[in-house]
């Protein structure tokens, strides 16, 4: 039996010349799956989607292979037409953004040339550009820090984790946190991973209940604060929450995953303030960002602060090659191999500078403040507050908690629409979470159709 040829590697010289036509297949294949889905989401529900991938895929693992055209094509076209697409406006429920195309394309060369950002010697330009950028962005959020730093995540969950984990390496007992019920659930699950008393749930927006519960809780206490709850977008009062915090020799954590992107907006920058008071700060760029997943970071008012995440593996940094002038990375993240995010992010930045991101936050929220408008003007449609951020709550005027849930998943069924669901003083909402800056007053008000089409009557 002949020997098949050896399939060509995508870096090196030749790499470029062995991507170009696999690239033109993707795209192609890409394009037929979107054309063939039609709309925000694939129709018919679960099983439908499942049986679609089946009869692309047929043998996951065959003898024989078919071929790298013929893999991608069928594969991402089936991908394609069984996804989910944030860059359709009607797809609106999640902080699934849109990635820009440029960070996409950025992506594909972090994916040729499969830097692991583990050791300098994997990534030698990668991590000076990782230095570099996440530097640039931890002065954004610490604007008056000598030293601030951060760290690239796979997202909030990851930040939020690491946030738990410094402040609980830094003291010789056991941190308590305290958050409120609208923190994000990664915070609770942090807590339980590094094997922390569970947390205390307080209305840390409350700031005289706050001061109460830190008035009797003994140290150390770890605050976390949100700027820009998933369920409503809502930014808690970082100023107020800071001084409480401080009074009592507390820790201040922010999760701003959803909300820290406002640091690029020159009108919306206000509504962070206090935000450089925090020890620690989650941000995402894969969300008011418009990165392709993932694009998390977790910043701190130090550098200093970073040092309980330093450690050694001989064959990585051993300390003579450290003395010797080769940077260390593992002290940058737990995780060891690594990809560099961190190019897509430093591209869209070098591209569209503060102002050009900026302008895509100012948009997004806009389009939430028309929304909001929409459904007050609508008699039919009851709004749960004024939108802080790019996420609206509504709910059709008289309809039950039940109701209002299948009219969501009515929407999904049909592939006509994608809203998510929160719940909020008791009942069920339907969430808009409007994150394509392309979005047009027509798309929310076909939003608003499919939904007054789908209520019961």
């Not at 954004?140 to 402040?167: I, K, R």
């Not at 954590?253 to 907006?265: I, K, M, N, R």
């Not at 449609?381 to 299948?406: C, H, I, K, M, N």
């Not at 009942?427 to 798309?443: C, E, F, Y």
Request: hydrophobic content about 45%; overall charge negative; aromatic content about 2%.
């Amino acid at each position: 039996m002949p020997t098949p040829p050896l399939p060509p590697l995508a870096g090196g010289p030749a790499g470029p010349d062995a991507l170009r036509p696999l690239v033109g297949v993707v795209l192609a294949a890409l394009r037929e799956g979107a054309e063939a889905r039609g709309g925000p989401l694939p129709g018919g529900g679960p099983d439908a989607v499942a049986e679609h991938v089946r009869d692309a895929l047929q043998d996951a693992l065959p003898d024989q292979g078919r071929g790298p055209e013929e893999a991608l094509h069928a594969l991402v076209r089936a991908v394609a037409r069984g996804s989910a697409d944030p860059a359709d406006p009607l797809c609106a429920a999640h902080l699934h953004t849109p990635p820009l195309a440029l960070a996409v394309a950025a992506d594909l060369a972090a994916c040729a040339l499969n830097p692991s950002m583990d050791s300098w010697d994997q990534a030698p330009a990668a991590s000076a550009l990782e230095s570099a950028v996440t530097r640039a962005l931890a002065a954004e959020v610490y604007p008056h820090a000598p030293a601030p730093d951060a760290l690239v995540t796979t997202g909030g969950t990851e930040s939020n984790q690491l946030a738990l984990l410094l402040a609980r390496e830094r003291h010789s007992r056991p941190v308590r946190v305290v958050c409120a019920d609208s923190t994000h659930h990664s915070v609770r699950r942090a807590a339980w991973l590094l094997g922390l008393p569970g947390p205390l749930t307080v209305p840390v927006h409350d700031t005289a209940a706050l001061d109460a519960a830190l008035t009797e809780l003994p140290g150390p206490v770890l605050v976390v604060a949100t700027a820009g709850t998933t369920d409503t977008g809502r930014i808690d009062p970082l100023p107020e929450i800071a001084d409480v915090t401080a009074r009592h020799r507390a820790e201040l954590h922010v999760d701003a995953a959803y909300g820290g992107p406002l640091l690029f907006s020159r009108t919306l920058r206000p509504l962070l303030a206090g935000l450089d008071r925090a020890h620690s700060v989650t941000l995402d760029l894969h969300k008011l960002g418009w990165q392709p997943v993932a694009a998390g970071l977790v910043a701190v008012s130090d550098t200093a602060r970073l040092a309980p995440l330093a450690h050694t593996a001989e064959y990585l940094n051993a300390e003579d090659d450290t003395d010797a002038g080769l940077p260390d990375l593992l002290g940058r993240s737990p995780r060891t191999t690594r990809r560099p995010d961190v190019l897509k992010i430093a591209v869209t930045l070098r591209a569209l500078g503060r102002t050009g991101l900026g302008a895509l936050v100012d948009r997004v929220c806009a389009a939430a403040q028309d929304l909001a408008d929409l459904v007050e003007k609508h008699p039919g449609l009851e709004l749960y507050e004024r939108p802080t951020l790019s996420t609206v709550l509504f709910r059709p005027v008289g309809a039950t908690d039940e109701q209002t849930a299948g009219i969501r998943r009515t929407l999904l069924a049909g592939g006509r629409a994608v809203l998510g669901r929160a719940r909020a003083d008791g009942r069920v909402w339907l969430k808009a979470t409007l994150l394509n800056p392309h979005a047009t007053p027509a798309h929310l008000h076909a939003l608003l159709a499919l939904v007054e089409g789908s209520t019961p009557r």
